[in-house]
Protein backbone atom coordinates (compact mmCIF):
# COMPACT_ATOMS: atom_id res chain seq x y z
CA UNK A 1 0.00 0.00 0.00
CA UNK A 2 1.06 3.63 -0.73
CA UNK A 3 2.64 5.56 2.00
CA UNK A 4 2.00 9.33 2.43
CA UNK A 5 5.09 11.67 4.33
CA UNK A 6 3.82 15.23 5.37
CA UNK A 7 5.83 17.68 7.14
CA UNK A 8 5.66 17.16 11.23
CA UNK A 9 4.60 20.74 12.52
CA UNK A 10 3.40 23.65 10.80
CA UNK A 11 1.97 27.07 11.97
CA UNK A 12 -0.61 29.19 10.49
CA UNK A 13 -1.51 32.34 11.35
CA UNK A 14 -5.79 32.92 12.65
CA UNK A 15 -7.59 33.87 9.59
CA UNK A 16 -5.64 32.82 7.60
CA UNK A 17 -5.47 30.30 4.64
CA UNK A 18 -3.72 26.94 6.28
CA UNK A 19 -2.20 25.04 3.36
CA UNK A 20 -0.63 21.29 4.41
CA UNK A 21 0.92 19.55 2.13
CA UNK A 22 1.21 15.63 1.82
CA UNK A 23 3.45 13.71 -0.37
CA UNK A 24 1.71 10.22 -2.20
CA UNK A 25 4.49 9.23 -4.89
CA UNK A 26 3.94 5.66 -4.87
CA UNK A 27 -0.24 6.14 -4.86
CA UNK A 28 -1.55 3.07 -7.26
CA UNK A 29 -4.45 4.46 -9.82
CA UNK A 30 -7.58 3.06 -7.58
CA UNK A 31 -6.17 4.84 -4.06
CA UNK A 32 -7.80 7.29 -2.54
CA UNK A 33 -6.49 10.46 -0.63
CA UNK A 34 -8.43 10.94 2.68
CA UNK A 35 -7.52 13.64 5.80
CA UNK A 36 -8.45 12.83 8.98
CA UNK A 37 -7.90 15.34 11.88
CA UNK A 38 -7.30 14.84 15.83
CA UNK A 39 -7.83 17.42 18.28
CA UNK A 40 -5.67 16.83 21.11
CA UNK A 41 -6.31 13.03 22.38
CA UNK A 42 -10.16 12.82 20.77
CA UNK A 43 -11.04 10.19 17.99
CA UNK A 44 -10.02 11.33 14.51
CA UNK A 45 -12.63 13.12 12.70
CA UNK A 46 -13.10 13.09 8.90
CA UNK A 47 -12.31 16.16 6.86
CA UNK A 48 -12.33 15.29 3.42
CA UNK A 49 -11.36 12.37 0.50
CA UNK A 50 -10.67 12.15 -3.43
CA UNK A 51 -9.59 10.18 -6.19
CA UNK A 52 -8.51 12.82 -8.52
CA UNK A 53 -10.81 15.34 -9.01
CA UNK A 54 -9.93 18.45 -6.40
CA UNK A 55 -13.16 18.42 -4.03
CA UNK A 56 -14.85 21.35 -1.24
CA UNK A 57 -16.39 20.46 1.42
CA UNK A 58 -17.99 23.20 4.41
CA UNK A 59 -14.66 22.11 6.15
CA UNK A 60 -12.16 22.30 3.34
CA UNK A 61 -10.93 22.08 0.01
CA UNK A 62 -8.65 19.09 -1.49
CA UNK A 63 -5.84 19.64 -4.23
CA UNK A 64 -4.69 17.12 -5.84
CA UNK A 65 -2.08 17.17 -8.34
CA UNK A 66 -2.63 16.47 -11.92
CA UNK A 67 0.33 12.59 -11.31
CA UNK A 68 -1.63 12.50 -8.33
CA UNK A 69 1.31 12.15 -6.25
CA UNK A 70 0.80 15.15 -3.86
CA UNK A 71 -2.24 17.42 -2.80
CA UNK A 72 -2.53 19.66 -0.46
CA UNK A 73 -5.48 20.34 2.59
CA UNK A 74 -6.60 23.74 2.79
CA UNK A 75 -8.58 25.27 5.49
CA UNK A 76 -9.42 28.68 3.74
CA UNK A 77 -9.78 30.83 7.62
CA UNK A 78 -8.64 28.85 9.73
CA UNK A 79 -9.43 29.39 13.46
CA UNK A 80 -7.71 28.63 16.93
CA UNK A 81 -10.05 25.38 16.98
CA UNK A 82 -8.34 23.70 14.01
CA UNK A 83 -5.47 23.10 15.84
CA UNK A 84 -4.93 20.03 15.68
CA UNK A 85 -3.13 16.73 14.00
CA UNK A 86 -4.17 16.36 10.76
CA UNK A 87 -3.44 12.84 8.79
CA UNK A 88 -3.19 12.31 4.81
CA UNK A 89 -4.03 8.66 4.15
CA UNK A 90 -3.94 6.73 0.79
CA UNK A 91 -6.75 4.00 0.65
CA UNK A 92 -7.47 2.04 -2.27
CA UNK A 93 -10.73 1.77 -3.52
CA UNK A 94 -12.69 -1.39 -0.93
CA UNK A 95 -9.25 -1.24 0.94
CA UNK A 96 -9.61 -2.56 4.94
CA UNK A 97 -6.34 -1.14 6.41
CA UNK A 98 -5.86 2.19 7.10
CA UNK A 99 -2.37 3.84 7.41
CA UNK A 100 -2.37 7.17 9.35
CA UNK A 101 1.25 7.59 9.56
CA UNK A 102 2.21 10.58 12.44
CA UNK A 103 0.53 13.63 10.66
CA UNK A 104 1.10 17.16 10.37
CA UNK A 105 0.45 18.71 13.52
CA UNK A 106 -1.05 22.33 13.17
CA UNK A 107 -0.84 25.25 15.53
CA UNK A 108 -3.17 28.40 14.73
CA UNK A 109 -1.61 31.56 16.33
CA UNK A 110 -3.77 34.05 17.07
CA UNK B 1 -27.25 9.91 18.51
CA UNK B 2 -25.04 8.39 16.14
CA UNK B 3 -21.73 7.45 18.06
CA UNK B 4 -18.76 5.02 18.71
CA UNK B 5 -18.47 4.29 21.79
CA UNK B 6 -15.84 2.47 24.21
CA UNK B 7 -15.67 1.18 27.88
CA UNK B 8 -13.77 2.06 29.88
CA UNK B 9 -12.59 5.33 29.01
CA UNK B 10 -9.70 4.99 31.03
CA UNK B 11 -7.79 1.49 32.98
CA UNK B 12 -4.78 0.77 34.76
CA UNK B 13 -4.29 -3.06 35.29
CA UNK B 14 -1.28 -4.88 35.80
CA UNK B 15 0.57 -7.87 33.84
CA UNK B 16 -0.80 -11.03 32.60
CA UNK B 17 -4.72 -10.17 34.11
CA UNK B 18 -6.80 -10.53 31.43
CA UNK B 19 -9.04 -7.69 30.28
CA UNK B 20 -11.23 -6.63 27.31
CA UNK B 21 -12.71 -3.08 25.97
CA UNK B 22 -15.53 -2.88 24.64
CA UNK B 23 -16.57 -1.13 21.55
CA UNK B 24 -20.39 -0.45 20.15
CA UNK B 25 -21.53 1.53 17.24
CA UNK B 26 -25.53 2.47 16.97
CA UNK B 27 -24.79 3.34 13.03
CA UNK B 28 -25.28 -0.41 11.36
CA UNK B 29 -21.93 0.01 10.21
CA UNK B 30 -20.24 -3.64 8.52
CA UNK B 31 -16.51 -1.83 8.91
CA UNK B 32 -15.25 -1.55 12.47
CA UNK B 33 -12.10 -1.25 13.59
CA UNK B 34 -9.51 -0.82 16.75
CA UNK B 35 -6.23 1.64 16.66
CA UNK B 36 -3.62 2.20 18.64
CA UNK B 37 -1.71 5.27 19.14
CA UNK B 38 1.52 6.04 21.00
CA UNK B 39 4.04 9.13 20.97
CA UNK B 40 5.85 9.48 17.97
CA UNK B 41 4.20 6.50 15.84
CA UNK B 42 0.48 7.50 15.32
CA UNK B 43 -2.25 5.69 14.18
CA UNK B 44 -1.61 2.09 13.65
CA UNK B 45 -4.43 -0.74 12.90
CA UNK B 46 -4.31 -3.62 15.37
CA UNK B 47 -7.48 -5.57 13.74
CA UNK B 48 -10.21 -4.76 11.19
CA UNK B 49 -13.99 -6.30 10.48
CA UNK B 50 -15.80 -6.44 7.45
CA UNK B 51 -18.87 -7.83 8.53
CA UNK B 52 -19.81 -10.62 11.39
CA UNK B 53 -17.93 -13.41 11.89
CA UNK B 54 -15.04 -12.01 9.94
CA UNK B 55 -12.04 -10.66 11.32
CA UNK B 56 -8.38 -9.68 10.04
CA UNK B 57 -5.05 -8.58 11.26
CA UNK B 58 -4.15 -4.78 10.79
CA UNK B 59 -0.46 -3.70 11.18
CA UNK B 60 0.28 -4.58 14.71
CA UNK B 61 -1.74 -7.59 15.68
CA UNK B 62 0.45 -9.23 18.16
CA UNK B 63 -0.87 -9.31 21.72
CA UNK B 64 -4.59 -8.64 20.75
CA UNK B 65 -7.48 -10.93 20.30
CA UNK B 66 -11.31 -9.33 19.06
CA UNK B 67 -14.30 -10.88 17.94
CA UNK B 68 -17.34 -9.54 16.04
CA UNK B 69 -20.51 -11.62 16.80
CA UNK B 70 -23.15 -8.88 16.12
CA UNK B 71 -23.21 -6.30 13.77
CA UNK B 72 -23.01 -3.58 16.50
CA UNK B 73 -20.22 -4.52 18.76
CA UNK B 74 -16.17 -5.18 18.16
CA UNK B 75 -14.52 -5.81 21.44
CA UNK B 76 -10.74 -5.70 22.08
CA UNK B 77 -9.22 -8.69 24.37
CA UNK B 78 -5.95 -8.61 25.85
CA UNK B 79 -5.55 -12.14 27.28
CA UNK B 80 -2.13 -11.38 28.85
CA UNK B 81 -1.31 -7.53 29.15
CA UNK B 82 1.95 -6.65 28.95
CA UNK B 83 3.72 -3.33 29.73
CA UNK B 84 4.14 -2.51 26.10
CA UNK B 85 0.03 -2.68 25.30
CA UNK B 86 0.51 0.58 27.51
CA UNK B 87 -1.44 3.40 24.91
CA UNK B 88 -4.88 5.42 23.96
CA UNK B 89 -6.89 2.57 21.58
CA UNK B 90 -9.60 4.23 19.47
CA UNK B 91 -12.28 1.89 17.98
CA UNK B 92 -13.46 3.36 14.36
CA UNK B 93 -16.45 2.18 12.57
CA UNK B 94 -17.90 2.98 8.51
CA UNK B 95 -19.91 1.47 6.01
CA UNK B 96 -18.46 -1.10 4.08
CA UNK B 97 -16.67 0.23 0.57
CA UNK B 98 -18.83 -1.41 -1.72
CA UNK B 99 -16.03 -0.67 -4.68
CA UNK B 100 -18.88 1.56 -7.02
CA UNK B 101 -16.69 4.01 -8.35
CA UNK B 102 -17.40 7.30 -5.75
CA UNK B 103 -16.96 6.07 -2.19
CA UNK B 104 -19.79 7.13 -0.35
CA UNK B 105 -20.53 7.35 2.87
CA UNK B 106 -17.18 5.24 4.35
CA UNK B 107 -15.54 7.41 6.40
CA UNK B 108 -14.91 6.49 9.67
CA UNK B 109 -16.22 7.75 12.92
CA UNK B 110 -14.11 7.15 15.80
CA UNK B 111 -15.37 6.08 19.45
CA UNK B 112 -13.70 9.06 22.15
CA UNK B 113 -10.94 6.58 23.38
CA UNK B 114 -9.41 4.24 26.07
CA UNK B 115 -6.33 4.87 27.69
CA UNK B 116 -4.93 1.83 29.11
CA UNK B 117 -1.84 1.27 31.16
CA UNK B 118 -0.20 -1.69 32.24
CA UNK B 119 2.09 -2.21 35.05
Known amino acids: DAKTTQPTSMDCAEGRAANLPCNHS???????VYWYRQIHSQGPQYIIHGLKNNETNEMASLIITEDRKSSTLILPHATLRDTAVYYCIVRPAMGNQFYFGTGTSLTVIP | EAQVTQNPRYLITVTGKKLTVTCSQN?????MSWYRQDPGLGLRQIYY???????DKGDVPEGYKVSRKEKRNFPLILESPSPNQTSLYFCASSFRDRGHGREEGNEQFFGPGTRLTVL
Open chain 2, 49 to 55: SMNVEVT
Open chain 1, 26 to 32: TISGNEY
Open chain 2, 27 to 31: MNHEY
